[in-house]
């Protein structure tokens, strides 16, 4: 079917709509679960290949490095070339991936495994979105948008409970085989249930240069505060810093720019929101990988029991947000989501109190409130980008909500990698570094906290969306 066929078919069922919107948010929901939950494997997987701390902490940034320097430019090329060729693209490397995983015989294999795990969700992340907005008419796109982000706040929070059960139960390399039948079943459903095709019909010049330049940059900053504070760190950063202005010049020159930035500043109740989404989820995301070290090194529980006190903000995000986003319809947004990210310090403070001998209740309440601050700012956060916005826009910003929220995962984790490299180095974590472990998740949770204040202040500062 052509674009003008696909409209109608969709526009005419609504039974049809309902379907897709079920299979992309199935694939929505796997991805998050394939980042978060290795991280309640860590253990196992450092104690099986020998891997060092620093090692460790680039499972989860070996991903999103990918995904994140991909992101832009696959986007880009599945509106020119077909959005859903470039969704079963996605879904069949996740389920090489998954294969490769978990025969891997060294940390080098599993962390190439990574990447391409990374560079799957690029092509999953980077259609997705675009296809519900031309899927769903403008009255019902925003309650559908709304779904497909839920199940990426959902996988993400309970991957490292279902992590834990399948880990404990049938060891680390089972956790990728597990996830092989769901990946399959949505290539399935794919190919069953998305008819036609979206794509841009006017023929337009893709910018290479810019997508070059931005992946060298995500690939230079992160690999630098992977190894500061070496000169080989300081150099690479600085690379990437240069890399950055050049790339911000070259797409304010480009007739077809990866990421229209002319547009982003010129709406500060839009770019407010990103920055806040960037600075919440960077405090969010490592919060899971630390814990679940602290948990199952210093606390001495088993992956599963680990994954069900871990649960505790996912129940109570699930549980705020959609109540948060009713709310968000009726009162000004940035009322709501500046709240959740106070909340959210709040639950860094209780968690900084964290020692050798901690009680559990004190990461279940720090969880609580961290659950409860997130939940009540990431609905209403995304309200408030999306209401800023013209109708015919909500594609495109779609696609940079969904980079904002990566780059802050990245940018935690490339932290994290830092303070790895920082307190413990290529040692592997045994239990005369403890101290050193528990140095770095206090530090983490300091630098956490100022990052969900920073939030706080544009989340505040965006402006009012709602019509006076």
């Not at 129940?315 to 009726?330: E, I, K, N, Q």
């Not at 990461?363 to 601050?373: A, D, N, P, Y």
Request: glycine content about 10%.
């Amino acid at each position: 079917m052509t674009p003008e066929e696909t409209a109608t078919y969709y526009r005419e069922s609504p039974s049809a709509r309902r379907t897709a919107l079920l299979t992309i948010s199935l694939g929505y929901f796997l991805n998050p679960i394939v980042l978060s939950s290795i991280n309640v494997a860590i253990p196992a997987i450092s104690a099986d290949l020998q891997a060092s701390a620093v090692q460790v902490s680039w499972l989860p940034t070996a991903f999103m490095l990918a995904s994140v320097a991909l992101l832009p430019p696959v986007a880009n090329l599945a509106d020119l070339n077909g959005r859903k060729r470039f969704y079963l693209i996605g879904m069949t490397l996740f389920s090489v991936a998954h294969i490769l995983s978990a025969l891997s015989p060294n940390m080098i294999w599993l962390l190439a495994c990574r990447l391409l795990q990374g560079t799957a969700a690029a092509f999953i992340f980077g259609t997705g979105m675009a296809m519900i907005t031309t899927i769903f008419p403008p009255d019902k796109r925003g309650a559908a948008l709304g779904v497909a982000t839920g199940t990426v706040y959902v996988g993400l929070t309970l991957g490292p409970f279902i992590g834990g059960l399948v880990t404990d139960a049938f060891g680390w390399r089972a956790l990728f085989l597990a996830q092989l039948p769901f990946s399959l079943l949505v290539i399935f459903l794919t190919l069953k249930n998305l008819k036609g095709e979206w794509y841009a019909e006017t023929e337009e010049r893709f910018d290479w240069l810019g997508s070059l330049l931005f992946a060298s940059l995500a690939i230079f900053l992160v690999a630098g505060l992977s190894r500061l504070p070496s000169i080989q760190g300081i150099s690479s950063i600085l690379a990437g810093i240069g890399l950055l202005i050049l790339f911000v010049y070259h797409q304010g020159r480009v007739e077809k720019p990866l990421i229209n930035i002319g547009a982003l500043r010129a709406n500060r109740a839009f770019s407010f929101s990103l920055i806040a989404s960037v600075m919440m989820y960077a405090s969010m995301f490592p919060l899971s990988f630390m814990l679940s070290l602290y948990l199952q090194y210093i606390g001495g529980l088993s992956p599963s029991t680990t994954g069900q006190v871990m649960v505790v903000q996912a129940l109570v995000m699930a549980f705020t947000a959609p109540f948060s986003g009713r709310l968000s319809d009726r009162y000004e947004a940035r009322h709501i989501a500046t709240a959740g990210c106070l909340t959210v310090t709040l639950g860094f403070v209780c968690l900084s109190f964290l020692g050798i001998e901690s009680s559990i209740w004190l990461i279940v309440l720090g969880q609580f409130f961290v659950g409860l601050g997130f939940g009540f700012f990431s609905t209403p956060n995304t309200n408030a980008a999306m209401g800023s916005l013209k109708l015919g826009r909500v594609g495109i910003a779609s696609a940079v909500i969904n980079l904002s929220r990566s780059m802050g995962n990245l940018l935690g984790m490339g932290i994290v990698t830092l303070l790895f490299s920082l307190n413990i180095g290529s040692e592997v974590i045994r239990p005369e570094l403890y101290g050193e472990l528990l140095a770095a998740l206090r530090t983490a949770l300091i630098i956490a906290g100022i990052f969900t204040l920073v939030g706080a202040f544009y989340s505040y500062n965006r402006g009012n969306v709602h019509a006076s």
